[in-house]
């Protein structure tokens, strides 16, 4: 029985992307630490932490429940708990996803109001923002950009060109990311029925594409460094 619960338990994490879950939460606090000069207050920062990890892993939990059809289709994510049907039904890891969604938004309002808007509207563009949408803009990036916004307004609740640069990187990062994954398992998006950009150009012409963005999100970085006065 211990056995049975453990792998269940192993299950319902992996649907919550943990590591995914975790590195936005390292993004969250990196901003915090940056709007607050280097020196924000620790229980704010732990409050932030608590917040954007809750709601992340909410989030990617109700994004993989809504993508498990496409996941089947694909040899990358067939594994998965959910489209292998090691969870079944899938309706079982709502009340988890959207509790911990809740619990996310509660907490974004007491760290600021512009932090819940941010997070908010970060939730509602990931629930819209799923593989058979053809481009990244503009859902995908306002879901991205929602852990900085959330995190920012918590310790500064103003607007600043750190913050722009911040959510430009996120923003130039996004496609990089997403497009290079899905380049390099190409003809599995294809197989899968996913025939839009990029799998549905020349490979050549998409890593040029690439290439631009890898040198315009050096930028980016740089500049922040010495707007940011680091």
Known sequence: MGNVNYHTVRDYLEVLKPRESSLITFVGVCTAVIAGDGHPSLDRLLLVLITILLGSAGVNGLTNYLDRHVDARMQRTRHRALPSKRIYPAEKVLPLTTGLVIIGLVLAWQLHPFSFLAALVGTVAAVVWRKRWTCVFPQGMLASCAP?????????????????????????????????????????????GTNYFPVNREVRGVVKLLLVLSVLLYTISITIYFVGSF
């Not at 496609?175 to 599995?188: F, G, K, N, T």
Request: charged letters at 10%; glycine letters at 0%; hydrophobic letters at 60%.
């Open 148 to 192: 900085v916004l959330v995190s920012w307004f918590a310790i500064q609740p103003t607007f600043s060109y750190q913050l722009l640069l911040l959510c430009l990187l996120i923003a130039i990062w996004l496609p990089l990311h997403l497009w290079s994954v899905m380049i390099a398992y190409r003809e599995d998006y294809l197989d899968a």
